[in-house]
């Protein structure tokens, strides 16, 4: 339905095996793919300016919408003005429709065929979010790319409880689309959600019948929530090439960077994870060389930056030293680097990957890109 | 003693009543007086990347040598390259004594003639510091300006307290001074501390011992810890007439905007505060329309930034209803846009008054800013 509309759509530009590159075009510009999407949960990529999220790299930005309904509210924002101006990102942004958060975050929720009753984890008031309001509010943000509503299992979950659940994502799928139809504006585009938690069979019902409604981008959700590395890959092995090729693949919270070398490697073209912030805020840096804890005493005296070849300032200006005395003495401007510095690395790695891709050597890449990234740093 | 140094020397360019516009030559450059001096207590200036502070407009910054004491570590920071690389702030750095914080923060101290023993408030530690060892510390630091280990008393004090502590803080004053010709590097400056409370009489004879001994530059310490303005003034006019007049006068831990109007007024050089990066992280900005509580719901819908006129972006390119939204969400980037508004506001201030000074309307340009500082913003 999408394919009509002027303003989205996806290129595929080069492949490397199951790898590829592309771009995808959206109202408020390109997408290159693979695509590592900064966070920002409340409208704002944590300790980060928007300028610096731009600078490293970053396309396009995901948003919460179970965090804006609650706190300021889409209404409200809607007339300031719409997102993009309220958290000043004019480039794209994906919204998520809050059913993941729902699960995670709120109280006393309730899943029904109609959607979900919930408490709010920060004032106990009660909410509906069902497939239509989820479109609604993410209409009434001006999302680029908008999420249809899906039911989220913890897993290890049953299989009887996995086939209900994603039978009520595919219902839930329907009614985000006809909702869409009515709401959204040009060029903006909804994106459909695979389920089935680990179970292929699952798996594979679901992206069929999604197929079959011919969405314009297709995400997998419901992983990287405790299964592990390897379930994660065989999954995406299963499911992955069932999907259509000149459609975005969007592997939703994932991951850590062997995640992503791995997930593109099976042909994912998109990412999203609270990671390189919340590890930032944490005192972890992740650079070309592995995984730095600077908290660890072994950075007290060490004049090294976290890679003095990066182009960004938080990797290449400061010392670690400073570093690990900013993150012991709870600084802002620890996480402040840290959250930038993990921001650029997590670009710089998938600006690494495209350009591999399109030259045909991702596997040499990816190999390489493991080997250093298991480099023991810390003694 | 310090006069004779190449690198240190202060020079008064313009008078206007009491008000004063100078320069202060040191190792890392120039002052522009009258100079505010944002805080970086540990090292950083909280929030700010070290640009930020730099692009406000601030000349100087201070650090806190009771806090870099416990941590990381005098001896550790100068075997890093000093304060300047550490903290990558290539300007002026002024260091307090540590006198005013092991009042405020340590645990269990204990004034004698030989200094102050304490306990770290972090881990428990004890600590001794002694009018030499303050000395040692900031110049392994490498401070540019460095002040001598005075005791701070809480106000109100008896005045047979406040008469030993003065004499005491006097006595320190002549072993700081001996300590700091053998320790300081060419062209750093001590500046010696008036003491005395509220009492005239006191700050009288503090200044005229202290003048006795030349130092380069005089603060007025023992200010602004609950006497009131209005005392604060009356205090200054006693004891800022009593100052050389070729040397810069620094008035501690002060203030609020009002405070450094009128204590320019009556010629003072230097300030220092954590109000502007403080009060950033609760919500609060100052702007030349007065103080604004971001926590106010008036803002939640206000799409005006805080001083569209504004040089500083987070002033002039964010809604108030965006920074609403973070400081009610507790979101990094609300403490960082407000304590950045703030600092560059202070600078901006400061601006203001030099030039006023240099064009010989400072009372004019100090009552029209009273009036607009005053203005009720919110309802």
Redesign the interface.
Known sequence: MQDALPRFGYRLIAEDGAARVGEIATPHGPVRTPAFMPVGT???V????PEQVKAAGADIVLANTYHLML??GPE?IA???GLHA???WDGPILTDSGGFQVMSLAKLRQVSEAGVRFQSHLDGSPHMLSPERAIEIQCLLGADIQMQLDECLELPAERGEAQRAMELSLRWAERARAAFARLANPGQALFAIVQGATDPELRQRSAQALIAMDFPGYAIGGLAVGEGHDVMLRTLEGVVPLLPADKPRYLMGVGAPLDLIESVARGIDMFDCVLPTRNGRHGLAYTWNGRLNLKNACY??D?APLDAQSMCPAAR???R??L???V??G???G??LLSWANTAFYQELMGGMRAAIAEGRFADFAEATKRRLAAAQET
Chains 1, 2 share one sequence.
């Open positions: 409340a409208g704002t944590k300790a980060l300016y706190r300021p409200r007339k300031l003005g309220f958290m000043r007290a005296d004049r200006d400061y010392s030293a400073y690990h005395h900013l012991k003495s600084e802002y401007l996480s402040m």
